[in-house]
């Protein structure tokens, strides 16, 4: 769980004090973002200037609001990356394709970029500006798919349910990190700090994808020093970087840097990354921080 996600299915109109209403919704969506440590920026489907609220641009609410802390925390918290750029970045192609054949709606609009959040364990924040938006989830309806329910923030005062909802999440990576350690034996692995933090931020979806792959390299022989097939685990080779393996899923395009101790007993997990993210001397660039964590690792282990 990393960002909230911005719901622009709202109502054309409404009577309540718009500006106002964001306002109360920035400043309490930026204290919970900073109590978990979540990532500052919150996903937006389009430019502010293109999203309409009640009839005005969001840049223009934004620009309204009258007090300077609310209005410079709005601008740092909507001036980044929006919501078709991560798709294409994190969603398979399968994945894309499935749901553009599907059709979702809330309150009679469409709702495609509300299952998006859903899918990558985004909860959305919603400014309260009708009764259908003031709930805990969202119901999002298909007429070929069963009912989603979305994850849905909406500036309440009683705010135990989205703070559950979030170290629920975490939780449930803290735990998918100790079942990998599990799988590649408690003793014989060393996750560094680094991987640690990766692992956090990434979607349940990505975590599960890498457990999988290295079970299935462990299955099949794969994670051994110096083993190396291109398909599975290979052996990356960056500016004199022979050390630093990376385990590899051409669908979602994820990486994970990882690398062995001298005699092979110990596997030091490293970094973990998407090809998106990380694509030619940016992944020169992840491979060889993977080399100087394992060198780290080691020595911190004594080994």
Partial sequence: MTTFYFNEVLPAQSSKDVVALFG??????AR???KFHLSRPIIIEKPSSEISICGMPLSTIIE???KRDVKNEAYFLFSHSTLQELEKKTLTNDDLDALLATTFEFDGQDAMNLVIAHIMEWPVLSMPLSDSLQKDYLIITSPTEEDIKVVNYYAQDDTAFIEH??????????????????LLG????IVTDEFEKEWGTAIKQ??????????YAQDNGKL???GSDDTTVRKDVVKGTPDVYELKQKGSGIRVYFGYSAD????VLAGFSTKARAAGAEQSTDIICAQGRIKRALAAADI
């Fill in 24 to 29: 109360d919704l920035v400043l309490k969506a």
């Fill in 32 to 34: 919970l973002i900073k």
């Fill in 206 to 215: 990505h975590q599960d994808i890498v457990y999988e792959r290295f079970k």
């Fill in 64 to 66: 309204a609001c009258p």
């Fill in 224 to 226: 051994t020093l110096g």
């Fill in 186 to 189: 408690i003793d014989n692995v």
């Fill in 264 to 267: 092979g007993g110990k596997i």
């Fill in 165 to 182: 909802w979030i170290s629920e999440k975490e939780t449930a990576a803290y735990h998918g990190l100790e079942k990998l350690k599990c």
